[in-house]
């Protein structure tokens, strides 16, 4: 017997059909690219379109779900459903959009006071809350009430490691990542920052190598060092519209190597992607705490 719903939002970087199949509910963010607003519609093609304007000069703007975006989405999921709801948030560390999630709870509950609404604050970004999306999915398909998944969810959340590289720092200068100077001489030596979460979800450079084969290296390094029990678990990969030749060598390394039992590919969608531009590329995994 299903006991509860799964809610989260597309910065997931889940692919749409995906989330359909396994019953996860999706709030589509917006983005605006000049004047005209687009939704994200969870597939390649769009984040392909996507990647490509922003090779061409686009500068996308996005913005936060707010409190009534919010009720919205979850009072169609509860009239559907009558269902309590688990909705994994963007880490609150990254993004706003948990805090007015629990500005929006609070609202939702005076007009439904029966319901039950969970928030979780993944301290995640990318397709590192997808995963916790899925684990919770599972959970419900299991049977487990809503308390038991979102207690698994909020102890299990630290062990989701994520290490990430791009190739251009200037899409990283435009988001406040690193200095306009750090940027242009980065460019030109070709270095490429290692980034990575830390505990309680900051986005942090760790590391700048020279050369992407270098920083692929190193992540394939730290993998294996981190990583706990690999044969038991999936690989994710997320990108924002890397060769493709580039994915299948870092995926396939990395389950080589450190021996993932298989992988789960997707892109990167608008909501990181705006930050990020094109050319990044990041492996998520179960492995020690982080710190």
């Not at 997931?12 to 687009?38: A, Q, W």
Request: charged share 25%; hydrophobic share 35%.
């Amino acid at each position: 017997m299903i006991k509860f719903c799964v809610a989260t939002d597309s910065g997931c970087d889940l692919p749409g059909s995906f989330c359909n199949e396994r019953n996860i509910h999706v709030y589509r963010m917006k983005y605006i690219i000049g004047e005209t607003e687009y939704t994200d519609q969870m597939n390649p093609k769009d984040a392909i379109e996507f990647y490509n304007k922003m090779r061409e000069g686009a500068v996308p703007r996005t913005s936060q779900m707010t409190p009534y975006e919010f009720i919205d989405f979850w009072t169609e999921i509860y009239k559907g459903h009558n269902l309590p709801i688990v909705h994994i948030a963007m880490g609150s560390a990254i993004s706003g959009t948990y805090s007015n999630a629990m500005i929006a709870k609070d609202m939702f509950l005076e007009e439904h006071p029966d319901a039950k609404i969970f928030v979780v604050d993944s301290t995640l970004a990318s397709i590192g809350y997808g995963m916790l999306s899925i684990w919770a999915a599972d959970m419900r398909d299991a049977g487990e009430t809503p308390e038991a998944c979102v207690e698994w969810l909020e102890n299990k959340k630290i062990n989701v490691n994520t290490y990430y590289t791009c190739d251009d720092l200037q899409y990283l200068y435009r988001s406040g990542r690193v200095s306009k100077v750090g940027a242009t001489v980065g460019t030109i030596l070709n270095i490429n920052p290692l980034l990575n979460l830390d505990k309680a979800g900051r986005l942090i450079v760790i590391d700048r190598i020279r050369g992407r084969k270098r920083a692929f290296k190193r992540i394939y390094d730290i993998v294996e060092e981190l990583v706990v029990d690999p044969s038991d678990q999936t690989l994710y990969i997320c990108h924002s519209d890397c060769k493709d030749e580039d994915v299948e060598t870092f995926t396939k390394t990395l389950i080589e190597r450190v021996g993932f039992k298989d992988s789960f590919i997707s892109y990167i969608s608008s909501t990181i992607g705006a930050h990020c531009g094109p050319g990044l590329i990041a492996a998520f995994f179960l492995g020690k705490p982080r710190t």
